[in-house]
């Protein structure tokens, strides 16, 4: 059987299937080509998208982007996106952080502004109730007086008794009660009043500062002797006020000592009250007292509200009382507002070993608080403890915080910031969340 055309025809077959795989090749090649072009348009345009700087040196170089390898190109690419990330990450936390603080500040702002709405609201309520009694009373009157005239009762006794005690009334001397008339004639009345009036007017309770105030009344010198005279006068010869001293210890904790806490007698309020027509106002001691554990922390609280004021913090003479979402409340111990801020302050003496009751009571401020927690102590070694507490209850990563003592103040020292606050630590300010209904 003849071999060559079987031959032939398996020649023909092979060198078919190579030309079909030589077309193949080329349209693969053709493809990866077109792809790789694509790719390195692709390159060029993100190139020039996100590094136009480096593009354009590129370009300046001569290097044609179709003769660098993609895995330049790729590399290019990789290196600028991260530090667009970087960039980005960079630029975007400052304003998380912002809006974590601005929220922080809101909700301590409306938990005043609540606390205060509240306060309000119950003042609003008792002086309805008060109108409502004085319309009462005068509806009363308006009979009685009636009745009276019809009855031919009504003499100039009877009207001189129904008058309130006024300032018009005091001047006269009318109706007084029999010492204040020989007080009124005494050689020293003119000094002595006036120490009434700044007492009953101002509330201040503190010796040293009544002193300071007194001299300015009276224009005279801190150290000329006057204002002791004046208050000896009024507290041994007439009954007008008395010195109290109801400290435990002699020696402040803040340095220093106590001061002599002055205060009107029943005596001196009705004294003022003849003389302005007003009731006195309560001093600051007795005001402050009953929301404080001791005297000492009572007096603490008076220098720190001082101390503020004289920082240019505005000090709110009610303290609201805050809701906490879990239940309970929260009452801090001084509400101070500077600019736009509103700050609530804890003043401390020290700490305590009951360690269950301290922790709540710093988780509550934190809550109160929004994580915003202010702190005046008496002295470093107060401070100390309260920064540990703080760090015990709330943990290391939320704990935020501003302390600061009384002591290292009046010696003249300062934050690293400048600031009245001695040591500050910024933690996390706690979640959003609702407010109480």
């Not at 001047?171 to 007080?183: A, F, H, K, L, N």
């Not at 309260?386 to 935020?400: M, Y």
């Amino acid at each position: 059987m003849d071999q060559n055309p079987l031959r032939q025809n398996a020649d023909d077959i092979t060198i078919t299937n190579l030309r079909r795989l030589i077309q193949v090749q080329t349209d693969l090649r053709d493809q990866a080509e077109r792809r790789a072009h694509e790719a390195i348009l692709i390159f060029q345009d993100l190139l020039q998208t996100l590094a136009p700087e480096e593009s354009e040196r590129i370009a300046r170089s001569g290097t044609s982007f179709e003769s660098m390898p993609l895995s330049q190109l790729a590399d290019l690419l990789k290196a600028r996106s991260r530090q667009l990330v970087s960039d980005v990450a960079r630029f975007q936390r400052p304003q998380i952080e912002n809006a974590e603080e601005i929220i922080a500040r809101a909700y301590t702002q409306n938990s005043f502004l609540r606390g205060e709405l509240k306060r309000v609201q119950d003042q609003l309520d008792q002086m309805i109730v008060e109108n409502n009694r004085l319309r009462s009373e005068n509806e009363a009157y308006k009979k009685s007086k009636s009745k009276s005239v019809e009855n031919g009762q009504e003499t100039r006794g009877s009207r001189v008794n129904q008058e309130p005690v006024t300032q018009s009334r005091a001047i006269g001397g009318e109706g007084e009660q029999s010492w204040m008339q020989v007080w009124r004639n005494s050689k020293h009345f003119d000094q002595d009043s006036k120490a009434i009036v700044l007492l009953g007017k101002t509330g201040l309770s503190r010796r040293p500062e009544i002193e300071i105030e007194l001299g300015k009344v009276l224009e005279v010198g801190e150290n000329s002797g006057t204002q002791p005279r004046v208050i000896r006068r009024l507290e041994k010869e007439w009954g007008m006020v008395s010195i109290q001293k109801p400290f435990q210890t002699r020696g402040a904790s803040s340095g220093g000592s106590h001061p002599d806490l002055i205060v009107l007698t029943d005596r001196g309020k009705y004294a003022y009250r003849i003389l302005m027509g007003t009731d006195a106002v309560p001093s600051e001691f007795e005001r402050l007292r009953p929301s404080h554990v001791s005297a000492e922390h009572t007096l603490l609280n008076i220098e720190v509200a001082e101390f503020l004021q004289q920082e240019g913090y505005t000090i709110m003479t009610e303290v609201p009382v805050i809701e906490l979402p879990q239940g309970g409340k929260f009452i801090p111990d001084i509400v101070a507002e500077k600019g736009s801020e509103v700050y609530f302050i804890e003043v401390e003496r020290g700490t305590s070993k009951d360690t269950k009751a301290r922790q709540a009571k710093w988780l509550n401020f934190y809550t109160a608080s929004a994580g915003q927690i202010y702190v005046f102590c008496d002295n470093l070694e107060c401070m100390c403890g309260i920064r540990k507490e703080l760090l015990d209850a709330l943990g290391a990563h939320r704990a935020s915080f501003s302390l600061t003592n009384m002591a290292q103040l009046k010696n003249g020292e300062r934050g690293k910031d400048g600031s009245i606050w001695l040591d500050r630590r910024r933690g996390h300010a706690p979640q959003a969340r609702h407010e109480p209904e």
